[in-house]
């Protein structure tokens, strides 16, 4: 890999490392401070105006299907007004919670809420991202349990049966019994299309210096220069994997602090009902896509 014509710091271009950490403290004060202040400014309208915003964005997308179909599909997988059909899943797992979260703020639309809330959900399925649909799936089971039941009751139902079931019968086995094997793409389950291969080029990066990392939007330019050799396989693209890439980038001392950082948000949010499940969720589904670790786009933006 041709790495010489860069000016290096802790692994990265120099302009581009430094505009990375920029954005990642222009992202944490307008998400954790400036927006907030909006919020009780607008006395919470502002959080229906991002999800009336989200529905216009979806609705585009589904009428592009008749009258753009060349803009909102990529290789016959369904994108809507997104680069791609993962992006939009990622922004439909995002949007849910965000929308669930209006019904109760805003009981007086609840009907329109749940037109969008099926917008939603339309849009997921025709991404065909198996990650949002699962993630969106997490999100509803944790929630609904978490608010009827106990904690106990709760840990038992979210986490120890799915996993004892999903360990007995097989994922694969699972998605050819309720005749979803084709949508899915079950053929690709084993090698997580890709993915495997990506992480694990990852973690022999990794081992290099894993304890704090190259540098900010080093993964970017590591497998960048990949791609020659990764036309060739089923996998384009980065790390897919939130974790592994902060690893790569930052440190496991990096992961650390950012993992401790989501606690801290998670004991101050109010509405643990919500919170704990979307937390739960989200962390789950950032194993498969790196757009965690990303700064300014739209995905992160939301999350916080």
């Known amino acids: 890999m041709q790495r010489a014509s ?10 581009l490392t430094m505009a990375k950490m920029l954005s990642y403290f222009l992202l944490i004060f307008v998400t954790l401070h400036l927006f907030p202040y909006l919020i009780r400014k607008t006395k919470g309208t502002i959080l229906m105006d991002i999800v009336h915003l989200s529905a216009i964005f979806l609705i585009l997308g589904l009428v592009g299907i008749v009258f753009y179909p060349g803009r909102v599909f990529l290789a016959a997988r369904y994108r809507g007004m997104l680069g791609n059909p993962n992006g939009l899943g990622v922004y439909c797992s995002l949007i849910f919670p965000i929308t669930l979260a209006m019904i109760s703020l805003f009981p007086l639309a609840k009907r329109r809420l749940r037109l969008i809330l099926l917008l939603v959900v339309i849009s997921a399925i025709l991404s065909g991202s198996r990650t949002t649909l699962g993630t969106i799936g997490i999100f509803y089971f944790l929630y609904v349990f978490y608010k009827r039941g106990s904690g106990l009751v709760f840990l038992l139902w979210a986490i120890v049966l799915p996993s004892i079931f999903l360990t007995t019968v097989g994922i694969e086995r699972l998605v050819q019994l ?12 084993t090698t997580g299309t890709g993915r495997f291969l990506a992480w694990q080029m990852g973690l ?67 509405a643990k009902g919500l919170g704990t499940p979307f937390i739960i969720a989200m962390l789950i589904a950032a194993t498969f896509e790196s757009w965690l670790n990303s700064s300014l786009n739209a995905f992160t933006i939301h999350f916080f």
Request: net charge negative.
């Open 6 to 15: 860069y000016l290096i710091i802790g692994g990265g271009p120099a302009g």
């Open 178 to 189: 309720v005749g979803l094997g084709d949508f899915l793409r079950v053929e690709s389950l």
């Open 204 to 270: 022999n990066e990794i081992a290099r210096n894993p304890f704090i990392g190259r540098g900010f939007a080093y993964e970017e330019m590591f497998f960048h220069d990949l791609a020659s050799f990764l036309v060739g396989t089923e996998h384009q693209g980065g790390m897919h994997n939130s974790y592994l890439t902060f690893i790569l980038n930052n440190g496991y001392i990096g992961l650390l602090f950012f993992l401790a950082f989501l606690l801290i948000l998670l004991s101050r949010v109010k």
